[in-house]
Nanobody
């Protein structure tokens, strides 16, 4: 499995960005896809995930502002980020895992395939 993330950039607080992650090398619809982020000096944190069934979950810090979605025909998962805040600044990673159960969707260890990361910087 290969993952190619893109869409990061510099945006002012209150602005929006849409991240994309292109999946290749296996059957996209069978995988749970997740977005994680890591700020300098901090651990990698869960942001959002969409299960192979289409169900979604979000971190409390982004609920109501971020939306995860997927286009199975394009093998792509998206993260629409609205009302961005300076604390959203981080390197954003997409991840893919098979056989992930709902209770572990927020766990970094549940995913065994990772993209290279795309930087999101929100200025105040």
């Amino acid at each position: 499995v290969q993952l190619q993330a893109s869409g990061g950039g510099l945006v002012q607080a209150g602005g929006s960005l849409r991240l994309s992650c292109i999946f290749s090398g296996s059957t996209f619809s069978r995988y749970t896809m997740g977005w994680f982020r890591q700020a300098p000096g901090k651990e990698r944190d869960f942001v959002a995930a969409i299960k192979w069934s289409g169900s979604t979950i979000y971190a409390d810090s982004v609920k109501g502002r971020f939306t995860i979605s997927r286009d199975i025909a394009k093998n792509t998962v998206y993260l629409q980020m609205n009302s961005l805040k300076p604390e959203d600044t981080a390197l954003y990673y997409c991840a893919a895992g098979s056989g992930i159960i709902t209770s572990t969707m927020r766990s970094v260890q549940a995913y065994d395939n990772w993209g290279q990361g795309t930087q999101v910087t929100v200025s105040s």
